[in-house]
């Protein structure tokens, strides 16, 4: 089993910064790829970034430019950077982990993009 703790989250005005951690932990041996997705009220869970073990990454359209995505393999840890942070980014993010075709999900942290 692989135990995933996000870290984060939290109210920020529009244009604002945010960063978020994901670290994973348990019976770890082989990750291949971690990611972001996120959820706001009434729509359905969307991915916003995603990395690969090699470090190809890949972005949703709307955050490319603002969005940045990272991973520390020897911490079992992967990032996102968030900038100019817009209304419609409010949404509570989840962390995403596959290792050798099993995925994990975090308990997700809200995100709150509001002036």
């Known amino acids: 089993q692989v135990h995933l703790v996000e870290s984060g989250g939290g109210l920020v005005q529009p244009g604002g910064s945010l960063r978020l951690s994901c670290a994973a932990s348990g019976t770890i041996f082989n990750i291949y790829s971690m990611g972001w997705y996120r959820q706001a009220p009434g729509q359905q869970r969307g991915l916003v970034a995603i990395?690969?073990?090699?470090?190809?990454?890949n972005y949703a359209e709307s955050v490319k430019g603002r969005f940045t995505i990272s991973r520390d393999n020897r911490k079992n840890t992967v990032y996102l950077q968030m900038n100019n942070l817009k209304p419609e980014d409010t949404a509570v993010y989840y962390c995403?982990?596959?290792?050798?075709?099993?995925?994990?999900w975090g308990q997700g942290t809200q995100v709150t993009v509001s002036s």
């Open positions: 990395i690969s073990s090699s470090g190809t990454t």
């Open positions: 995403y982990v596959n290792q050798r075709g099993t995925g994990y």
